[in-house]
């Protein structure tokens, strides 16, 4: 069962960005705790890459997970980081009394061979994340650009989802929209499908898909250790919750409205536009998350 997707509530973003996290009355909505389960301890991500991925490509993804937990002691991060961003949700697990998660890069696994095909269902979803998940991992299925999934461009462009079975797992899946829908899915480094036509920025590492996995990717992480099994941290109905990040959709930067997504940090030497430093020196754009304290829109910087 998926508890989250990211599509329709970010093309909603583009025309209704004030009313996503406002109810009728123009009040902001809180962010309610359903006292379910949210994930904690030290958890290994476990990449599945589905598809061809260039080395680059799979670098940028396996890098910006290795931001969010850096090292012990690590002194040479430069801010706003994705860790500062990662360590924002801890004001959920505060208000739950949980210890927070730390999260660590695992295993990597390619699947270059298109073992399932090229057109694949949550069914395929599900057994691919099997080969990255046991042992407390949280696996993170991610598919290449020319791979058709089940609702990806139509409603999702990514999701985290319970896995069956005993006992209790989840898992993230993300697809590359660069040939699919990069309108939709990797906006803002593309033109947009709907909404103002603001020109796209210039993604940080140089990929208009996979930085826009990145961002999908990030939402559906903090969205999975907020709200893993959908009794966590949400807003609305429990069929169609906004989480942690996805009730901020669209929402970089500070300023920002619909179709545009906030004032930015710019690159000088590659005008690429960014709001957190990563490993290796990475630049990443990661989402807004909703402050439960304060039922505003948290951005770096």
């Not at 998926?2 to 599509?7: D, G």
């Not at 073992?115 to 998940?133: T, W």
């Not at 991992?137 to 985290?160: K, N, Q, Y």
Request: glycine share 12%; aromatic share 10%; proline share 8%.
């Amino acid at each position: 069962m998926a508890y989250s997707s990211l599509c329709s509530v970010l093309l909603l973003s583009f025309l209704l960005l004030p009313a996503l996290f406002h109810g009728s009355d123009g009040q902001p909505l809180a962010m309610t705790y359903h006292r379910g389960t949210m994930l904690t301890g030290r958890i290994s991500v476990n990449l599945v890459f589905y598809g061809k991925f260039t080395v680059s490509q799979r670098a940028i993804v396996s890098d910006f997970v290795a931001s969010l937990s850096p090292l012990p002691g690590q002194k040479d991060r430069l801010e706003p980081s994705v860790a500062s961003w990662w360590n924002s949700l801890r004001k959920y697990y505060s208000a739950s009394r949980t210890p927070p998660p730390r999260l660590a890069l695992g295993r990597q696994i390619f699947d270059e061979s298109y073992s399932l095909g090229k057109s694949l269902n949550d069914a395929h979803l599900a057994a691919l994340a099997a080969r990255g998940g046991g042992g407390g991992a949280l696996s993170v299925v991610l598919t290449a650009g020319d791979v058709a999934v089940e609702r990806f461009c139509m409603s999702r462009c990514g999701s985290h989802l319970a896995a069956a079975g005993r006992g209790r797992s989840v898992y993230i899946w993300v697809g590359n929209a660069a040939a699919q829908c990069p309108g939709q899915c990797a906006w803002p480094f593309h033109q947009p499908t709907y909404g103002p036509q603001t020109p796209p920025l210039v993604a940080p590492n140089g990929d208009v898909g996979v930085d826009g996995m990145v961002i999908n990717l990030a939402s559906m992480l903090a969205g999975a250790a907020t709200n893993p099994f959908g009794d966590g941290f949400y807003q609305g109905p429990r069929e169609a919750p906004l989480e942690a990040a996805t009730a901020c959709a669209g929402v970089y930067g500070k300023g920002a409205y619909p179709g545009y997504p906030g004032n930015l940090l710019v690159d000088p030497a590659t005008a690429a536009s960014y709001n957190a430093h990563g490993a290796r020196g990475r630049k990443y754009l990661v989402p807004a998350l909703f402050d439960p304290a304060t039922s505003t829109c948290s951005t770096l910087g």
